[in-house]
C-alpha cells in the first residue's frame, strides 16, 4: 500500500538529521530512509551543475527504496537542484527553502540575516522569496561553510564551534532582528547561537525552518490520504557515502539518541 511506503530523507550529511528529527515529531509511526552524502560534504563549495547532479542522484537512490515522498534536507541541495529533481519525480518532493523563507515572513520583521554555505547566498533564493511578500525588508547574507565543517566533526556544542559561531555572527549587523539557520546542519548548534544572542544582549529571533518543513509534509500526506496511520514508532533506516562510524556516533550526539541510530550503511549513488 502506498501508505506503508517510507519517507526519503536527503542531506549532503548529517544535517539533514535536524529535520529528520522534527520530520518524527510530527509523524512518527511514518517509516524513513535518510541517506547523508557525506563523501562529497560539503556540498556549498561545488559548482551549481555538481549539486543538482547530486542531488537528482541521491532522489534516484531513494527511489529504489520505494519511497512516497522525499524531503531535500540541505538548503543547497534544495536551492540547485529541488526543481530538476520535481521534473523526473512521480512523488511529493519538497525542499528546506520555502517552509524556511515562510517562518522569517511571519515574523514580520525587516532586518533578516541568512546564516547558509556559500552557495546558499550566492542563489540569494531565501532573498528573493522574502522580498516578495516583505519588499522593504533588508538581507543580510553570510557564508558560513566552517561551521558546517565544525557539526560534522562533532564540535556544534564545544568552544570550537563556539568560537566559529561568533566569528560569522559578529558579521551581521547590530540592528538585526531575525536569524535564519539556512543550513540544516546549523540547527546541531542551537545553544551556541542562543549563547551568543544572549551574551552580546542581542534581541534577535532564531527561525530553524526544519519544524515548517515537517509541518509542510504533514499537510501533503493529509491531502493525499499517504500517511502510514497506527501508534507503533515507525523504522529508520540509514545509508551514507562513506564513514558510517562518525556519522552514527556525531548523529547520535545530534539527535540525542531520539531516534536513535543503530546501523549505518555505506553505499555509492
Do not use: W
Not at 511514518?30 to 537528482?56: C, H, Q, S, W
Not at 517552509?99 to 540575516?113: L, Q
Not at 551514507?240 to 531516534?259: A, C, H, W, Y
Request: aromatic share 6%; charged share 25%; with cysteine.
Amino acid at each position: 500500500m502506498m501508505n506503508n511506503r517510507p519517507i526519503g530523507v536527503f542531506d549532503s550529511g548529517l544535517g539533514g538529521l535536524t529535520v529528520l528529527k522534527e520530520l518524527v515529531k510530527i509523524l512518527p509511526d511514518e517509516d524513513y530512509v535518510y541517506l547523508g552524502d557525506n563523501l562529497r560534504m560539503p556540498y556549498g563549495a561545488k559548482t551549481d551543475e555538481e549539486i543538482e547532479r547530486f542531488t537528482v542522484n541521491s532522489y534516484k537512490f531513494l527511489k529504489t527504496k520505494g519511497i512516497k515522498a522525499m524531503v531535500i534536507a540541505c538548503n543547497t541541495a534544495t536551492a540547485m537542484g529541488l526543481e530538476a529533481v520535481r521534473e523526473i519525480a512521480d512523488i511529493p518532493v519538497i525542499g528546506v527553502i520555502e517552509p524556511g523563507a515562510k517562518s522569517s515572513i511571519s515574523k514580520g520583521k525587516s532586518e533578516v540575516g541568512i546564516i547558509a554555505t556559500d552557495a546558499t547566498i550566492r542563489s540569494k533564493v531565501y532573498e528573493n522569496l522574502i522580498k516578495e511578500q516583505l519588499p522593504e525588508s533588508k538581507i543580510y547574507g553570510v557564508g558560513a561553510p566552517d561551521l558546517v565543517l565544525a557539526v560534522e566533526a562533532g564540535n556544534a556544542e564545544n568552544e570550537i564551534g563556539k568560537g566559529i559561531v561568533k566569528r560569522y555572527m559578529d558579521e551581521f549587523p547590530n540592528n538585526l532582528e531575525v536569524v535564519v539557520l539556512a543550513c540544516t546542519h546549523f540547527p546541531a548548534a542551537m545553544e551556541l547561537f542562543e549563547d551568543y544572542l544572549n551574551t552580546n544582549e542581542k534581541d534577535v529571533i532564531i527561525v530553524d525552518p526544519a519544524a515548517e518543513t515537517a509541518k509542510a509534509l504533514n499537510e501533503i500526506l493529509d491531502k493525499s490520504g499517504s500517511k502510514k496511520g497506527g501508534n507503533t514508532e515507525g523504522n529508520k533506516t540509514f545509508y551514507v557515502t562513506t564513514r558510517p562510524d562518525d556519522f552514527k556516533n556525531i548523529g547520535n550526539m545530534i539527535l540525542n539518541n531520539e531516534p536513535k541510530i543503530e546501523k549505518v550503511e555505506v553505499v555509492e549513488i
